[in-house]
């Protein structure tokens, strides 16, 4: 389900520590140099009230079976 209207760009944060640190750069697809950026989607005009009776419908449901103490997990 969407929640509101998507794009998608190409980024790359600066972890450099100093004056640098959490520049944050951005190319349209196709524009990116090639330096290691990630595409993204980014969320644009969230529609509050479609995520919010979600998000309810979730936390609002049967919490799964419990694994007995010392059982293995998948």
């Given at each position: 389900?969407?929640y509101?209207?998507?794009f998608s760009?190409?980024?790359?944060l600066?972890?450099l520590?100093g004056?640098?640190y959490?520049?944050?750069?951005s190319w349209a697809p196709g524009q990116?140099?090639?330096?290691?950026?990630?595409?993204?989607?980014v969320q644009?005009?969230?529609?509050?009230?479609?995520?919010?009776?979600?998000?309810v419908?979730?936390l609002?449901?049967?919490?799964p079976?419990?694994h007995?103490?010392?059982e293995a997990?998948?």
């Open positions: 389900m969407k509101a209207k998507q760009f190409f980024l790359i600066s972890m520590l004056a640098s959490g520049n944050t750069l990116q140099p090639g330096m290691g950026e990630q595409l993204v989607e644009q005009n969230l529609d509050k009230e479609k995520f919010y009776k979600e998000y419908d979730l609002t449901r049967p919490t079976r419990a007995p103490t010392g997990r998948d």
